[in-house]
């Protein structure tokens, strides 16, 4: 589940006749959709045929499936591309902390100054107003104090340089973070999406070595999603994905943490939760979902929704990507035995 440094060239790694055929289905697309053949629309097309990465191609899908795919649309995802890019191939976090620690000794240098600068000013005035015997007072007046006040003139300046690029190098640092942010939050829910959710379950895999104390994953996922969208409309579709989501925020709290993991599927990491206390919360998310039918304004009719859940446990020093398997073969078997249960590992 780690997040991997991979170069823009390897994310489209595919055999030849692959590529030359993903190609050739972007430009039909392009012009199924009435768009301009350019290096913007061909890109996003791309990408979304590719499932290089599945989270932005569902996105896409979404976009294009409800009518709003169009230039200003197609600027907005692309740029929103551009970031994500970036975001995997540069230290972020890392750029955040060193300027962190930056603006931490700038500002301890500015406090510090401006104490200094005040007995300094206090000194020069006091040589000023001296009675100095007349060969003293000629290289004072002519040499020393004139030196002196350029001095001060000049750490004046410095200083006020210095507080300028302060607030350039914290505006730098805000837009770090809101970049991060922005890549790792679901668009539509608000919720972390997967690359949130990978940071999320380092940090709860971490945390259980330190603390020698396991955490618990739910994977959920709604039931017959795809008829809601069919039968009422995707618009219908995404109120319900932010209905859960915002269900799924009011049932947990403390350090348990929710993520959209990509279309219907949700996950929610319990910390320091034994297995027997995972499966009764994922019973109660799955009974309150089921117990409340939402109604549709626009048609008034009911839409009943239910939820198949899987129950897995972290395994000391175990990879991530274990766990995930197995929580996912939980989620199937709930399935597989008729939807709108809960299943946990010792049923495998």
């Known amino acids: 589940m780690n997040r991997k440094t991979t170069s823009v060239i390897q994310r489209y790694a595919k055999a030849e006749t692959s590529s030359s055929a993903l190609s050739q289905k972007s430009l039909a697309k392009i ?13 996003l097309i791309y990408e979304w045929l590719s499932q290089a990465d599945p989270y932005f191609s569902e996105e896409v ?3 294009i499936r409800q009518g709003n795919y169009d230039d200003e649309m197609a600027e907005t995802l692309y740029i929103e591309l551009i970031t994500q890019l970036l975001y995997k191939t540069l230290p972020t976090e890392q750029a955040c902390t060193v300027l962190n620690e930056l603006l931490s000794k700038l ?6 100054n401006a ?15 001296l009675s100095l015997p007349e060969e003293a007072q000629k290289p004072l ?7 002196m006040h350029d001095l001060f003139d000049g750490t004046n300046e410095l200083q006020k340089q210095i507080i300028k690029s302060t607030e350039e190098i914290r505006l730098l640092k805000d837009e770090l973070e809101r970049t991060s942010v922005i890549a790792k939050t679901d668009e539509l829910t608000n919720i972390p999406n997967r690359r949130g959710f990978n940071e999320i379950i380092n940090k709860a895999s971490q945390h259980a070595q330190e603390s020698q104390s396991s955490f618990a994953i739910i994977l959920l996922d709604l039931d017959h999603f795809k008829n809601v969208n069919d039968t009422f409309g995707h618009l219908i579709g995404d109120s319900v994905l932010r209905y859960v989501a915002k269900l799924l925020h009011n049932e947990t709290k403390g350090q348990d943490s929710i993520a959209r993991f990509g279309g219907e599927e949700f996950v929610v990491i319990l910390p320091d939760t034994t297995y027997d206390s995972a499966r009764q919360v ?14 549709i304004k626009s048609s008034h009719q009911t839409l009943k929704l239910t939820i198949s859940a899987g129950v897995a446990m972290y395994q000391m020093g175990e990879e991530l990507d274990k766990l995930f398997h197995r929580v996912d073969q939980c989620l199937y078997l709930a399935k597989s ?6 299943c946990g590992e010792s049923e495998l």
């Open 61 to 63: 899908d979404r976009i």
């Open 141 to 147: 007046k002519e040499t020393i104090l004139p030196i």
């Open 31 to 43: 012009n199924e959709l009435k768009l301009s053949e350019n290096p913007v629309h061909f890109t």
């Open 282 to 295: 994922a019973n109660n998310i799955r009974k309150k979902i089921e117990a409340r039918p939402l109604q």
């Open 107 to 112: 500002s301890r240098w500015i406090d510090e």
């Open 115 to 129: 104490g200094k600068k005040e007995l300094l000013n206090e000194q020069l005035k006091a040589l000023d107003n």
């Open 337 to 342: 035995k008729g939807r709108n249960l809960v």
